[in-house]
């Protein structure tokens, strides 16, 4: 079984820091290094932990827009209460996908928040 795939079956049981390790064995080893990144980034999600996420979901991005990549980035802004960089994020998503209600209700919330700040 190769480290992709293990790294999956540990993010199914929720084992996330399991699921950490093994990804970031196959990012070394060549296998499936988009997903990886991406799926790095979905487990410190998981852990709460946004700062770490997001230079793999850019690192994803780097290497091909989809988006849900940059609705996760946007995410983890927007639980860093980074509005701007979370507006953006979820505008890019919602440009390269906007059949998703998740981002259009995301960018929603956070336009009103946003004006009410202001």
Do not use: H
């Not at 049981?13 to 991406?38: F, H, L, P, Q, V």
């Not at 209460?81 to 929603?108: H, R, V």
Request: proline share 1%; glycine share 4%; hydrophobic share 35%.
């Amino acid at each position: 079984m190769g480290n992709f795939t293990e790294g999956n079956n540990y993010y199914n049981k929720r084992d996330y820091k399991k699921a950490i390790a093994s990804y970031k064995k196959a990012i070394e080893k060549g296998e499936s290094t988009t997903c990886a990144n991406y799926n790095l980034g979905v487990c410190y999600i998981k852990l709460k932990e946004y700062d770490l996420a997001i230079p793999y979901f850019k690192k994803a991005i780097s290497m091909q827009n989809e988006s849900k990549y940059f609705f996760n980035l946007a995410y983890c802004y927007a639980m860093k209460n980074e509005i701007k960089k979370a507006l953006i994020n979820f505008n890019i998503a919602w440009a390269l996908d906007n059949t998703d209600e998740d981002c259009k209700k995301a960018i929603e919330i956070i336009s009103k928040k946003n004006k009410k700040a202001q």
